[in-house]
């Protein structure tokens, strides 16, 4: 009997082999048995999975109780996870309370954030998961990357009041090298999406700094590939423009539904990801609709008011599907 593995089966398998640290590993095993489909066909790869999880845990048992490491990791939330990092004093923190109201410390000092903290920040009618990681720094534990190469996409803060701004961001890229996590590379592994975000634009001298940083990072990125917007935390300068590259970067669309012969429902879009059909819409709504869908009906307010829709039509943002089973 066929295996029939899904494709997020495949994803998970990909993060495994990518995985450096015990702890990682075994994450990943975990969610490969979890999205297995339980059938004969599977069960020697079910036993194979249960094999390696085993052998690590005795892997994991073995290390003297002083050298465990901690370990964290965020369930996604919402319509995606972004990443918040950079140097030191950058303004992470403050940011990321601004934006989602999460109990983050915030203080003059450096490294005041020890440990990551998530927060949802809502756009429009969605909610977008944040994560404020602990500043980049040399000898960071395997755990920080792991967060990193997790999310969707990363948002990178550095600091327009600082001389020494490019100086930073070179180390910052190579500590991010030596973590496997890949910025620049669109067609090589661990490549993640990456927002450019300078802050502290009421600062003196700050369009100067953000101006260089401009020139340096073409360097690195062609125009096409840069994301990058200039924000200040503490005069609330630009945050909405922000908010709507965060949204904008995760690549997704939201899609109403509507029953038949009455209005259509805004208030919990279906979330899909860009170039997605009404087939796939049908499928992320429940199994049914997806199994047994006839036809549906589109309503765009601008060249669908109704009209009946292939299966395989590319819904944008914003759109209305009525389902027919």
Known sequence: MPANLPPQYFEVEEKYRQARTIEEKL??????????????????????????ISKLRKELGKKPKISRTVWYH???????QIAVFGSPNSGKSSLVKLLTNANTEIAEYPF???TPIAGMMRYENIQIQLIDCPPLKPNLPPWYFHLLRSADVLLYLFDLSQDSLLEECEENFKILEEGKVNIFKKDEANYKKIIFCGNKLDCENSDFRYNLFLEFIRNYLPNEELKIIAISVKEKKNIEDLKRLLFESLEIIRVYTKPPGKPPELEEPIILKKNSNVLEAAKALHKDFYRNLKYARLWDNKNFFGQR?????ILKDGDIIEFHI
Request: without cysteine; aromatic residues 8%; hydrophobic residues 25%.
């Open 309 to 313: 829709v292939e299966k395989n039509h």
């Open 74 to 80: 965020f369930e996604k939330q919402g319509a995606g």
């Open 27 to 52: 994450y990943y095993l975990k969610e490969m048995l979890a999205v297995v489909p339980k059938h004969k066909g599977t069960e020697k790869l079910q036993k194979e999975i249960k094999t390696k």
């Open 112 to 114: 005041s954030t020890k």
